[in-house]
């Protein structure tokens, strides 16, 4: 089977369980958890997007930072003054 006819089966046989009434509210309420989905994922996407954006670049930090070897030989030539 396509996936066309699979989706007419599944939407055929769902008529037949849910019934016309419950059937449109079902499909309803699967389309807003669909449309919300995309809108959190819409907004999570967007979000990422402006925090890499935002993120300083590899090396470029506002806080002066020493590596852990740079430390040790530091520490050794003030021991060694």
């Known amino acids: ?38 809108n959190a994922t819409h907004s999570f996407e967007s979000q990422l997007a402006s925090e890499f954006e935002e993120a300083p670049r590899k090396g470029e930090t506002d806080s002066p930072h020493e590596l852990v070897g ?7 030539s003030r021991r060694d003054e």
Do not use: C, N, W, Y
């Open 70 to 76: 740079d430390s040790i030989t530091s520490s050794a």
């Open 1 to 38: 089977m396509s996936f066309g006819t699979e989706i007419l089966f599944i939407l055929l046989l769902a008529l037949l369980v849910l019934g016309p009434k419950r059937l449109h509210t079902t499909l309803t309420q699967i389309a807003r958890a669909k449309a919300q989905f995309e």
